[in-house]
């Protein structure tokens, strides 16, 4: 077996559904499971119930194996965050105090205790209702939750982008590595919230990680068959893609994002506008005014929550996250399926 079939059961074709919290809909999951590929919930930002919810609705619509993905919390003492976290969310929320008032909505105070209830769905995955895969983002997960999830017959891996988040993971027990290159569209992995993520792309940074023997996946703007046969011969057993999805008919992407990826006037920017820490999206006017939000996840991301709904609501595309990566303009308004198989090509290609 090869160790894409080892870290992924069942995958026939060597593509990977991104988790992208709001996108990610078990119908998604199912449609890319059933074209021969894995599909990942976002289990970011859902609450335990909700998770619970969907973890349920695509086993009703699947019988093959998927993954969900999880956000590794940050400190929850804000002094762990650099002396000034605390005035530099607040100064920040005086910022988006006019945002607010057109908007018709109320900040919320931030909350520093916030670990997207990792405790809760860690126990819903690894002693009520595992999976095949867990995947972590935004750091590496304590050794002893790795063996938990091991326990529960999950196989764990981590986003890096570096290749010290690369050993720290395989040190941690991963038992694969999500590479993520600075093409990726939504939030970099980077493990620390104030980094300023490198600009290799994940073929530069494949080889710098090889050398820890564990299977590789490649992320980060891939949208072409061309790009997958790429990643393939430099090693990866697998690729993760998520723009190339954001048009299709069973992505959960919203009316008003995906208005957005076919307005020809934007271009791929990276912000911390909309949640604190650096993210590829499209510069419309809200990531390129607050470019500069101070570095602190996830409370810049609760504060700017109900301004991003709001905006969407109102149909006010240039307030909400459109989060894309760089090869965003290849994305096309056509089944899950489709989308797999045309990447999916890219691998005969490679084996020649």
Known sequence: MSRAGVAFPEMQAP??????????????????????????LAGGYRRPPDLAQDIRRTRSLTDRPFGVNLFVPAPTDP???????????????????????RLGVRLPEPDWLDTDHWD????????IDPVAVVSCTFGTPPAAAVN????????????????????????????????????????RGTHQVSEEP?????????????????PIVAAGGITTAGDTGRALAAGACAVQVGTAFLLTDEAGTSAAYRMGLTDPA???????????????????????????APPAFPQVDQLTKPL????????????????AGSGWRAAREEPAAAVVARLAEGHRVSRG
């Open 79 to 101: 002094r762990a965050r650099g002396a000034d976290a605390v005035e530099a969310v607040a100064r920040y929320a005086d910022r988006l105090a006019p945002e607010a008032t």
């Open 148 to 187: 938990r999830l091991h326990a529960a017959g999950s196989c764990v891996a981590v986003t890096v982008t570096t290749p010290a988040e690369a050993s720290a993971a395989a040190a941690a027990g991963a038992d694969v590595l999500i590479v993520q290159g600075f093409e990726a569209g939504g939030h």
């Open 120 to 127: 809760a769905k860690l126990t819903l995955l690894a002693d």
């Open 266 to 292: 934007l271009r791929s920017v990276i912000t911390r506008a909309f949640s604190g820490r650096p993210a590829r999206g499209l510069g419309n006017r809200f990531a390129l005014a607050y470019a500069d």
């Open 198 to 214: 490198n600009e290799l792309d994940h073929l530069a940074l494949i080889p710098l990680v090889s050398d820890l023997n564990l």
């Open 15 to 40: 593509v990977i559904a991104a988790p992208m919290a709001g996108v990610s809909t078990p119908a998604l999951v199912a449609a890319v499971d059933a074209a021969g590929g894995f599909g990942f």
């Open 308 to 323: 991003r709904a709001a905006a969407a609501a109102q149909g006010d595309l240039g307030a909400v996250s459109l989060w």
